[in-house]
Every structure is written in structure tokens, then in C-alpha cells.
């Protein structure tokens, strides 16, 4: 009774197996044969790399935004802010208008 000891394969040699395997017109069971493996080692290799594409997209980014929130008291200062630079605006449009109006005028 022979025990064959495991081949233990980097994921980059891993990877090498799965896009020969992918190529077209490979002939699976030689790529298989050649790397000393079995069928099943390539299933485990497939689900891997399934496993891996889609934990990488779902840390993508792309998507909504988390909503973050704010204590009120800060979100009410922010419009208080808001509201005197709006007013500060309006008056300088004003001041702004009148001085054109006399500069057109001369």
C-alpha cells in the first residue's frame, strides 16, 4: 500500500493551472496529467478562484456610499453657517449690482 503525499501549490501556480485549463481548445486532462492532479483538485481550484472574484468585487467600492450620520447639533451649526453666508452673498449682489449700475452710468 503506497500513500502519495498532497501536492501543495501555490495560488499563483494555481492560477497558471486554471487560465491553461480555460484556454480554448485544452485538452483538460493533459494540462491535469501534466501538473500530477486530478479532476477534483481542479474543482476545488475553479470554486477558489469563484470565491476569490467575488469577495474582490464585492470589496470593490462601486456602489452606494455608506450613509454616515451627524449629531444634530453639528448639522444645526452647519445651517446656521449656511444661512448667514447666504445672506452675505445676497447683500454683496446687491452692493455688486448698485456699482455696476454706476459704473455703466459715468
Not at 19 to 30: H, L, N, Y
Request: with cysteine; proline share 2%; glycine share 6%.
Amino acid at each position: 500500500m503506497s500513500t502519495k503525499k498532497r501536492k501543495r501549490l501555490s495560488a499563483t501556480k494555481k492560477w497558471e493551472i486554471y487560465q491553461e485549463c480555460q484556454k480554448p481548445g485544452a485538452v483538460i486532462g493533459e494540462v491535469l496529467r501534466k501538473h500530477g492532479l486530478y479532476s477534483t483538485d481542479l474543482q476545488r481550484i475553479r470554486k477558489a478562484v469563484e470565491d476569490g472574484a467575488i469577495e474582490a468585487l464585492g470589496k470593490s467600492g462601486v456602489g452606494r456610499k455608506k450613509v454616515t450620520s451627524v449629531p444634530k447639533e453639528e448639522l444645526d451649526d452647519v445651517r446656521a453657517d449656511l444661512a448667514e453666508k447666504e445672506k452675505a452673498l445676497a447683500e454683496m449682489s446687491v452692493l455688486f449690482t448698485s456699482l455696476k449700475k454706476k459704473v455703466n452710468l459715468e
